[in-house]
């Protein structure tokens, strides 16, 4: 993502492009998670999305989701903005390695 993100104002929406991809091209990637947050002056606001470890339509039984070698998954987040000054977009990736292979 760029540094900056231009001029928003209050009222509209943020919304941000998530995208994973597992570039390996025989080891499967198992229990990912990713955690968006939107972080303003004074509060931090945890941005809902099909990757999030809450989300059971996507995971994979254990708590998050796997991801076949060269497979991506993607999602999109959005938060209306209430707020004046500077927003953060922190974006944590949790993931645990595979021995399956291809």
Not at 53 to 63: E, F, P, V, Y
Not at 78 to 86: D, I, N, P, T
Request: hydrophobic residues 35%; proline residues 6%.
């Amino acid at each position: 993502l760029p540094d900056s993100f231009g001029v928003i104002h209050i009222g509209e929406t943020f919304t941000a492009y998530l995208g994973i991809l597992n570039p390996s091209s025989s080891h499967f990637i198992s229990h990912l998670s990713v955690v968006a947050q939107l972080q303003t002056p004074s509060r931090k606001f945890t941005l809902p999305s099909r990757l999030d470890d809450s989300n059971s339509t996507t995971t994979d039984g254990d708590g998050g989701v796997t991801l076949a070698p060269l497979q991506d998954i993607n999602a999109i987040v959005s938060k209306s903005l209430e707020e004046v000054g500077q927003h953060s977009l922190r974006v944590e990736v949790l993931y645990a390695p595979n021995s399956r292979t291809l």
